[in-house]
């Protein structure tokens, strides 16, 4: 008998509480029990902490430099992958470089884009830009790939325009393929984003794990940790999925 998502996510989460209660007893100081971390929490968003700042201002501060750097590693993206199948010189000048562009550290890049630009949220949405605007450019160059030649051939014999070409044929193929660059995107660039702000920025939620951390409290950063998983599975699930789903709903049809 196949069981409903909604009921395999509840005992998903049922068992992943369960294993963490029994961690918890067998080592309270190394894994803090879920109750404990749950009401730091609540408390964290609704006293505040100690900086004055609730947590889930710090959740807002950091969910904006993650929108922008997905915006604009994603446009980034599909900008070059179109003037890369417009210009052959283009495809093979970054089929080239895109192997060297995808290897640096995340930490690297953060580094020097700091020291280079500031301690500042224009330093966080470059570095995550610049860390992953290859890996969404992969996936839109093989989009483009794999597009039915016979059917852009088709469209050219009817005299279609290349505008209409574009309009008609690449970009709803394309549609996909930028969506699951999205999805994608918006989960790896979070991590990044917090990686970054642990470094030394002053607010969002890398900021208060650093803090915490130096603390030596495990459980005030499990539970940001706690929180910043659930608004990013919250995101994903209730939100891009939708959306997704709703936008190709005519592919079902």
Do not use: C
Request: proline share 4%.
């Amino acid at each position: 008998m196949k069981l409903r998502r909604p009921v395999r996510i509840a005992l998903s989460v049922g068992a992943f509480l369960a294993f963490w209660t029994a961690l918890s007893i067998y080592d309270s100081g190394m894994f803090p029990a879920p109750m404990l971390v749950g009401s730091l929490m609540i408390e964290f968003i609704i006293e505040g902490d100690v900086d004055g700042q609730s947590a889930l201002y710090h959740l807002w501060v950091t969910f904006v430099r993650v929108l922008m750097a997905t915006t604009l590693a994603l446009g980034l993206a599909i900008l070059i992958g179109i003037a890369m199948k417009l210009n052959d010189g283009v495809a093979k000048a970054f089929e080239a470089w895109l192997p060297v562009w995808m290897t640096p550290p995340d930490v690297v890049v953060i580094l020097i884009v700091m020291v280079m630009v500031g301690f500042n949220t224009e330093a966080v949405v470059l570095s995550v830009a610049f860390v992953y605007t290859p890996f969404a450019l992969v996936t839109i160059w093989q989009g483009l790939q794999d597009i039915d030649a016979e059917l852009v051939e088709m469209a050219d014999s009817f005299g279609a325009s290349q505008r209409q070409i574009w309009q008609e044929i690449y970009l709803p193929h394309l549609l996909s393929y930028v969506f699951a660059s999205l999805r994608h995107l918006f989960g790896m660039t979070w991590k990044v984003a917090v990686i970054a702000e642990v470094f030394g920025i002053s607010n969002g939620v890398g900021s208060r794990v650093r803090f915490w951390f130096l603390q030596g409290n495990i459980a005030e950063v499990l539970a940001y940790s706690v929180l910043f998983i659930g608004v990013v599975l919250v995101i994903e699930y209730l939100i891009l999925s939708p959306i997704q789903q709703r936008a190709f709903a005519w592919r079902q049809a």
